[in-house]
Every structure is written in C-alpha cells, then in structure tokens.
C-alpha cells in the first residue's frame, strides 16, 4: 500500500502562498490542467495528499496515440494491438484499429510535470474544503482566483451534501500486481468473477495488472480477484483499487473547476478514466490559460468548460446504458453472441474508432497556446 509522504516533524510548516492558480489534485487531471499553463507567467500552485506519482489507482494503460500526442512514451511498459475476450462459453480475439499500451504511473507523472514549466510549486497536504475562494487544508488556508478540484470521486471542494457509497453511483475496482510477463491483454466477462462488471489482465513489463472491476459497489471485488490470480497461476500481492465514478457531474460549481473523476469524467462501461482525465484537463488548463493570458473573465471561461464538459453527456448516457445492459445479460449466451460478432475487423475498427473519438488524441494539439499578456494578467482573473 502506498505511504503517505506528507512532510512531518520540523519540516511539516504551514503553507502560506499567494496564487493565481491553485490546483488541487496532481494525477491526471490535474497535471493536465498545469500542463496547459507552461509560460503563462502565472503563480501555480499544486496540492496533493501524496508526492507526484506515488499513489497508482488504475491498471495504468490509455490509447498509444494518447501517449504519443502528449510526448509520454518515455513512459511505455508494453503495447497491444488485439484484446483477448473471455466469456463462459468462448474466447474471441478483437483486433484493434489503433493500440492500447500499458505505463508506469511515476514516470508518466514526472513527464507531464516536466512539461508544466514555470512559476510552479507543490506541496504534498490533504485538502478538506473550501469557504468560497478559500481552500481549507491540513497545512493551512489557501486563497486562490482560480481554483481547480482534480481531487478523485469525492468532490472535496464541492459544499453540495456528499453522496458515499455504495449509495453513490460509483464502480469498483482492486487489482493485484504480481510479477511475470505476458504477450496478450486480456478481459474475462464472466459472472463466476462478477456478476455486473468484468475482470482483466494487463501486462506491463515484467509486471502484470490482474483485477475485478464491478459495476454495483455493493459487491466486493478482493474475493473474486484473489480466485482470479490463483486461476492464472499468479500470487495475489500488492494490491490497490478505488471507486470508480460512472456518471458525468457538474463540471463546475460555485466558481470552482471540476476535472477528472470528480467530474465524473471516467467512460460508463469501460471505466476508461486516464485518456479522459487528460482531455477535460486540458480543456480546463485552457479556459484558465485564456483568463491568465487576459483573453477571457473567469466567468466566461466556467461557462465555456461546463459547456463542452456537458456536450459530452449524451456520450456517456450511451455508454451508461450499454453498462447497465451488460449488467443484465452477463450470464447469458446472448452477451457472448455480441462479444463473438466484435470478432470481424471491420465493425470492431469503426466501432473503437467511435469510442475513441469520445476524447480524440487530435485535442492535444488543438489548443496552440499564445504567448502571455502580462499587461491585464489577472485583470479579469476576479471578474
């Protein structure tokens, strides 16, 4: 289990900073967010319970044309171009029209926060809430114009009444990571593991990422992953999982930036959550940048985000759908009839080619940034 690198004794000060960003989360997200704000001449400022790619929460892997556009190959354990499906009753093979890779989390941290050069700070602290533009944390009282949660499925920084689960609308997920290697990535849709949901293993170097995902967080997933590794002749060792949010929320609230899982920006039924923590994070950096850069108020710039965040919502009712069905037919022969027909390249390419135009890797070069208008920086940062 990951330990929380918090600083302590003589070194554990009260933070006191000003800031004209003041990002709260550092995964995905929210790297994202400060990726976009490279050369702004703005004042940064980065919180995270944990140091920068500590805490791993997922099987680590998104599209490699994802990784490529972003320049995070340095951080690539392993690619795929076929997905190995495994249901009661057969196996299919799906060719894939583009390749999914597998990273290390750490590395891939460190390359997008390379990336976000300039007047950038961070600082590991817990973040417990906010009083308007007062973010409240373990080290003190933070105040910032411009404020982003990328803090995970709990919202910490929303006022509204907090929803836990199992009643909110949240997956689950654990994995195990045993060492070995492997040559296929592969999925197991079958309710000897899970009843709603599926199983997987996603091999990343001399690593693999063995797991049990579940749609209904009622039902406990360290059981059924344990009996899936011991299936696959693995030891069940260094566990992690998390809640997994499957219902797009309010990108925005009370002048705050919502981004990631506390958007619920993770994809219904595949609970693809990376590839789309990086789309909407760049999506926000780039409303923040527009304000910094003295192109756009603040209020403009919520509206834009919550916007394009909410143009997305038919997309993800689809796929919503399609999970709840999945959770219904699971021990039938019929989910393995459709899983069978995924078989002919042709509709598995223009189908995944449809899910990934969901969030398309042409986005990261779709925001060019400017060059900073120091004059009236902030001027509309408090508008």
Known sequence: MPVRATKRGAERTRLQRDCDVLVCGASFAGLAVVRELAGA???????????LGERQTSACAMPTVWMQALDLLGSLRQSFHELVVHTPFRTSRWALPWSFSTFDYRELCALLWSQARGEL???????????????????????????VDALGWRRVLSNAAPIQPPRARLSRALEVHPDGRSEEMQLWIDPRYVRAGYSWSFPAGEELRVGVGSFWPSHHVKEPTVRLARDLELPAKRYQGNWIPHQLRAAVEDEVFFVGDSAGHCLPLTAEGIRTALYFGLACGRELRAVLDGRSTRAQALARYGGFSSAHARKFRWLLAAQRAVGAITPSRALTTIV??????????????????IAPPSFVDGGAQRAPSRAGRLATAHA
């Open 121 to 147: 700070e961070f600082h590991t602290a817990t973040v417990t809430g906010r009083d308007g533009f007062t973010v409240q944390t373990d080290r003190g009282a933070l105040t910032a114009p411009l404020i």
């Open 340 to 357: 069978g027909t995924l078989e002919s390249p042709r509709l598995a390419g223009w189908i995944f080619d449809q899910y990934l135009a």
């Open 41 to 51: 001449g703005a004042r940064v400022l980065v919180l995270d319970r944990y140091e």
